[in-house]
């Protein structure tokens, strides 16, 4: 039985089977907002406690089809090798395409539908911010958590980093999580949930379907850096032996 309701979402995150499915589907932030306590997240969402806790004991008990891997156990590299596969690849892909529909729908509907300009607006610094953010974890952030892994795991001394402590840029990153979050938000509020209006063209409704999906992947994506990735590299980091300076 679920019951501790001053648990925060990560912690339940990290705990429950598919509990990231169940907070998803309830609309509970278990990336960004992740560390308020499940009673306070609740409340924000004006969600009953416990038909959430009743939500999570039946995804616990539910069969699994296949078991997820536990991210908390493997190495970092390995998980940072998933993260760029799988999701960095996958933003790669889709701020392209989002860009070119959101165009075509609001060349199209924008006179009618003047939500549109606000939506065209956050989005673009949404893509502007996240290009520069996988960048800086792909060349800067990435590649020292692997290096210092595996000095790690040789009982050696990782090389000194640039910014000091590994704690500066995962506190960067966090905070530019959070900003790539409440633009998604922001753009889930102005299209009415992604709800596409009755004149909506294919074109329109593929939009905020690949929109929805979108928001998905990154909160997934968020979660295995904000709450897996970087608390055990700054774990990681104090009982590495003291960094190397050239």
Known sequence: MITDTSKT????????????????????DYCCGGNKPLWEACAASNLPVDEVLRALEASAAAPQSASPADWQERHLTQLIDH???????????ELPRLQQLLAK???????????????????????????????KEERILFPYIKVMEEAFLH?????????????????MMTMEHDSAGDALKKIRQTSSNFTPPPDACITYKTLYQAFAEFEADLHQHIHL????????????EMHVPAASRP
């Open 225 to 236: 850096e904000n709450n897996i990735l970087f608390p055990r590299a700054v774990e990681m």
């Open 105 to 135: 729908v609001a060349s199209v509907h924008g006179r009618n539908h003047p939500e549109i300009q606000g939506i065209e607006s956050t989005f673009a610094g949404l893509f502007e911010e996240l290009t520069a953010h996988l960048t």
């Open 155 to 171: 009982g050696q001394k990782p090389p000194h980093p640039m910014f000091g402590t590994v704690k500066h840029p995962v506190e």
């Open 9 to 28: 979402v990560r912690e339940l995150a990290l705990e429950v089977p598919n509990a990231t499915r169940v907070f998803e589907k309830l609309g509970i």
């Open 83 to 93: 993260i760029v596969e799988k999701h960095h690849t996958y933003v790669k892909q």
